[in-house]
């Protein structure tokens, strides 16, 4: 099963339905940090691949789910923070949804800071054992979203 974070379900619709019709793959779209984190907890045994989109419109700040020492700037950075500090992070390592593969599938421009941003985090994921985290650009990179799915264990 995919477990998909987008607050725009419209703008990935051939995205999942490359997953569901090429792949045959469950996806489980939720449309906010709160019902993903809930859903990430209870069944993360279930999820082979997490797709998580870096702008959520209208998050103010991550509360709900005990991150508070971050500011989202108006939901520009809350995909972000959600994979630094849920996903991938020291102390929670441990957790079984750590093993999880990533995709960041967002229309943000990459900039400089995005792009460090993700080396580090990949720098992380390899020193951990962790699977990579990869970034393909929504309505841009339809073929090699499909190609890495065919390359992974899902």
Same mark, same amino acid.
């Given at each position: ?35 993903? &984190? !809930?859903?990430?907890?209870? /069944?993360?045994? @279930? %999820?082979?691949?997490?797709?998580? *989109?870096?702008?959520? &419109? !209208?998050?103010?700040?991550? /509360?709900?789910? @005990? %991150?508070?020492?971050?500011?989202? *700037? ?81």
């Amino acid at each position: 099963m995919i477990l998909w974070l987008e607050d725009r379900k419209e703008s990935v619709s051939l995205y999942k339905g490359i997953c569901e019709n090429n792949f045959g793959l469950t996806v489980k779209m939720v449309s906010n940090e709160g019902d993903f &984190y !809930g859903f990430l907890k209870n /069944n993360s045994k @279930d %999820i082979s691949l997490i797709i998580i *989109d870096i702008m959520l &419109y !209208g998050v103010k700040n991550l /509360n709900n789910i @005990d %991150i508070t020492d971050s500011d989202t *700037d108006s939901g520009k950075e809350a995909g972000w923070i959600v994979i630094e500090k849920i996903l991938r992070t020291k102390e929670k390592i441990k957790e079984p949804y750590a093993k999880i593969p990533i995709i960041i599938l967002t229309t943000l421009d990459f900039y400089e800071e995005d792009k460090k941003r993700l080396q580090d985090l990949s720098r992380f994921s390899r020193e951990n054992d962790l699977p990579e985290i990869k970034y393909f650009e929504k309505n841009m990179q339809r073929t090699d979203f499909a190609d890495y799915l065919k390359s992974i264990d899902l």
